[in-house]
């Protein structure tokens, strides 16, 4: 798969994945490479797993994660997510009318479709079933997501590919700097359940407190950070040794990360 501004090997070859995953992998291409069922009905949610395959493939606790919790664990990310996309288009008044829409709105729809599509691929692709809530919540979603498109004017589009790029791009995409894929590896020894435990109870938490450190830039990790760390840097860049509670929190994802030996 390549996508315009991209590396021509943005998505990674099934050998590039860790052994204990490639099998479900392999799954989540053949159904992005050849839609079916309801992934045959927007164009975007086959590209959307193509985004998710691209993110995961390197990162081995984090897809091992996903497969693990399945298309529920999804559906739940895709739900935080519309809340975020609440925050960003206020009702202007009782009648649905959607006030201050913007660019920023459109970046968060894009995680919702992130997950959503995520959640169907897992479904299409038998690694997950998909409960009648889930889909009904799913189509929900998408009937709030044209009331918000229609009512601004088209000011609210998660498919635009520049919003997409904001979140999703593999350098500069806020996804690939939260979630350095150089620290969020695994050895080949390790299985699916080991991978998941260390993802949620380990490396996610020690993340999230090194985003925290950035709270009033939007929680993001810096582009040098993010770079020193797929780097396994062990000394923190120097220009944000200022900021209280940065060493410690850069040092503790060092520290607990796995390494890959393959």
């Known amino acids: ?8 090997d943005y998505v990674p070859e099934v050998t590039q994945v860790h052994p204990q995953l490639r099998d479900g992998y392999a799954a989540l291409l053949e159904v992005a490479s050849k839609p079916r069922g309801v992934l045959q009905e927007s164009p975007i949610w086959p590209l959307m797993i193509f985004h998710n395959l691209a993110f995961l493939g390197g990162r081995d606790i984090v897809l091992a994660h996903n497969l ?12 935080t997510e519309v809340g975020e996309v609440l925050v960003e288009t206020p009702l202007k008044n009782s009648n649905m009318l959607w006030s201050r829409v913007d660019g920023r709105a459109s970046q968060e729809g894009v995680d919702v479709e992130f997950f959503l599509a995520l959640g169907l691929g897992l479904h299409e692709a038998g690694l997950s079933t998909m409960s009648d809530p889930d889909l009904l919540s799913i189509f929900g979603t998408l009937r709030l997501f044209e009331q918000i498109r229609t009512s601004s004017r088209g ?16 350098t500069t995409g806020k996804n690939w700097k939260n979630y350095p894929g150089g620290v969020l590896g695994a050895p080949r020894t390790f299985d699916i359940d080991r991978m998941a435990v260390h993802h949620t ?11 925290h450190v950035f709270e009033l830039d939007g929680r993001k990790i810096p582009s040098p950070v993010a770079e020193a760390l ?13 900021r209280s509670g940065f060493e410690g929190a850069y040092l503790a994802v060092i520290e607990n990360s796995l390494t890959r030996d393959w």
């Open 230 to 242: 797929n780097r396994g840097d062990q000394n923190p860049p120097m220009e944000y040794m200022h």
């Open 1 to 8: 798969m390549h996508l315009e501004g991209y590396p021509p």
């Open 68 to 79: 693990k919790k399945g298309v529920q664990q999804a559906v739940d990310f895709m739900h």
């Open 201 to 211: 109870d380990v490396m996610l938490p020690k993340l999230k407190s090194l985003r």
């Open 155 to 170: 000011r609210f589009d998660p498919t635009d590919r520049s919003a997409i790029k904001r979140v999703v791009h593999p």
